[in-house]
Structure formats: C-alpha cells, structure tokens
C-alpha cells in the first residue's frame, strides 16, 4: 500500500510514457492531493484502503483509477461521463482502458510476500555438511576400586525411630498466671464492682469506699451507676 504523495507520483509515472494532456486548459494533467481527495468524496476513485495513524493508504485499484480519469479526460469526457463508464467496470476493463505498467502496480506487501515465498523452500536448501564428534572407548576400571557391583540395601526405619512431631501444650497449660490468679471482689454501690487481687481486710474496705466516693460520684452524673453510690461492705 503506498501513502498519498506515493500514489500521486506513480501515476506521473504511468502517465509519462504516453499521455498527450487534457485538452481543457482549466484541467490539471496531473491529479494532485486535493484533486484525488475529492475524486474520492464524489465516488470517482475508492476510499483508502485504510490508515496508518493519520495517514491514508491506496492501492494498486486507485492507481488504475486515477490513470483512467486522466486518460479519458485527454480524450475529452467530462468526469460525469467517466464515472458513468468507471462505476460498473469490470477490473479487466479498468486494466485495459488504464494501460498502467505492471511494475507499478506492484506494491511494498507484494515484494514482501514474494521474499518470503522465495524462503518457503527453505527446507529444500542443502544442510551444511557435519562431522559427529569424536568418541574414546571406556577406560577399563581396576579391580578393587569403585563401588562393588552388589551393593547393600540399607534396612528401612522402623516407626520408633521416626522422629514425632512435638506435642501441642493444651490450651489451659498456655494460660498465663494472671488468668488464673484469684481476685476479690469489692462492692461500692450502684451495681458498681471493684476486683483486686488477693484477699481484701475490712480496714482495705473502708479505705477503698473512702477513696471510691468522687468515682461514684462521676458515674452517678453520668447515669452509669443503677443505685445511690453508697458502699455496699459486703464481700463478693
């Protein structure tokens, strides 16, 4: 497929080898890009065969094409009477009536599909020739070394000496002391519980209901406590 600026100068070249001009001076002998652009847009010439990128890309049919329009413009056709002959015809005729060499006609996919129909036969190339590489005989062994020819199966383990895998701890021996150590419960009112540790006198009791009295109070404001905030003294 060849690009605009490719397409108009082979028609140039299609056309310098027997092309008397068109006889109208207001006629362009050769078709320049906006000239072919048009002849596309009315549907004297097919659209692109496709694009690379941004750029259009024609063919071997828009070639001819376009040699045609100038070859019967020469003969004095205006383009209404050409696109009526060139719409139905047949790709033979468009051949014949554009008369474009078939060295021009040849596009860059073809030169590549015939350089790699040239290399399809590879297989049928000859094989460069090849030497195997040089083989010695064994040396033999002496006797008396290497391993001996029967060599002893070692016995297989028995399961005791299979090493077990380490037995899990059971969850309650995973505790730690600070689970399991006892605490004793003080009552401050208000549903409110105190836990500590250890065994509590009744001289722990009163300091704590002393010291207890501005938390009972907070939590009294707050509406956390269910009951007047007294010390309850009984224990837990």
């Not at 094989?127 to 199966?153: A, C, I, K, Q, W």
């Amino acid at each position: 497929m060849w690009t605009l600026d490719e397409l108009v100068e082979r028609v140039r070249e299609a056309l310098e080898a027997e092309y008397p001009g068109a006889p109208n001076g207001r006629v362009r002998d050769l078709p320049d890009r906006r000239a072919i652009r048009w002849y596309s847009t009315i549907g004297l010439v097919d659209k692109p065969l496709g694009m690379r990128g941004r750029t259009a890309l024609y063919g071997p049919r828009h070639l001819q094409q376009l040699v045609a329009i100038k070859r019967r413009q020469a003969e004095g056709l205006t383009l209404a009477q050409i696109q009526e002959e060139l719409t139905a015809v047949s790709p033979a005729a468009l051949t014949e009536i554009s008369h474009v060499p078939p060295r021009l006609l040849v596009t860059i996919d073809d030169n590549a599909l015939e350089h790699h129909a040239e290399r399809a036969r590879f297989w049928a190339d000859p094989l460069p020739e090849t030497h195997p590489p040089e083989t010695h005989p064994p040396r033999p062994t002496p006797p008396g070394h290497g391993r001996p020819s029967h060599d002893p199966v070692p016995p297989a383990a028995s399961p005791a000496d299979v090493p077990k895998p380490p037995a899990s701890r059971p969850p309650a021996a995973r505790r730690s002391a600070a689970t399991t150590q006892a605490f004793t419960g003080v009552a401050l009112g208000g549903d409110v519980l105190l836990l500590v540790p250890g065994p509590v006198s009744d001289r722990d009791r009163d300091a704590i209901a002393e010291a207890a009295a501005p938390l009972l109070d907070l939590l009294t404001a707050r509406g956390l406590t269910s009951a007047d905030g007294l010390i309850d003294g009984s224990p837990s």
